[in-house]
């Protein structure tokens, strides 16, 4: 069976559609749908001048970022050392994209409000795996 709602025409499971399920309702089912993640090397070197690696998943630089200080934190080698004015180098692979940024530039970015959904349920997400949440 099928229903048209607005142009689109949606097969119906239900045999009764509520009045106020919408196409805008729809469009919202995949507002929070992810990406194909990529394989990412998050990097920083200490005070020390001994390097830090962890490799993790992630969809965005920013995700990305906050996993790798996640991993460092659950490793328990290097998380001390972290500050807001440490340099991450994020290096995604296949192909091959290298990035810099902040500890702080990403706390600044956690700390706003997302600008559709999927960012902030991003931010949401990310907030909780780093413990702040």
């Not at 200490?46 to 390097?51: K, M, V």
């Amino acid at each position: 069976m099928r229903c048209r709602l607005g142009q689109f025409k949606v097969p119906i499971v239900l045999r009764h559609v509520p009045r106020w399920f919408t196409r805008l309702d729809i469009l919202f089912l995949f507002a929070y749908a992810k990406g194909v993640a990529k394989s990412c090397r998050i990097m920083f070197t200490d005070g020390a001048g001994i390097g830090h690696t962890a490799t993790v998943a992630a969809n965005s630089l920013y995700e990305a970022a906050a996993l790798g200080i996640a991993e460092f934190k659950r490793s328990g080698f290097a998380f001390g050392n972290l500050s807001a004015a440490t340099t991450l180098t994020v290096a995604i692979e296949a192909p091959t994209t290298t990035h810099e940024l902040t500890v702080g530039k990403l706390e600044s970015w956690l700390n706003t409000n997302g600008k559709t959904p999927r960012e902030q349920a991003a931010k949401v997400t990310l907030r909780q795996v780093l413990g702040r949440g």
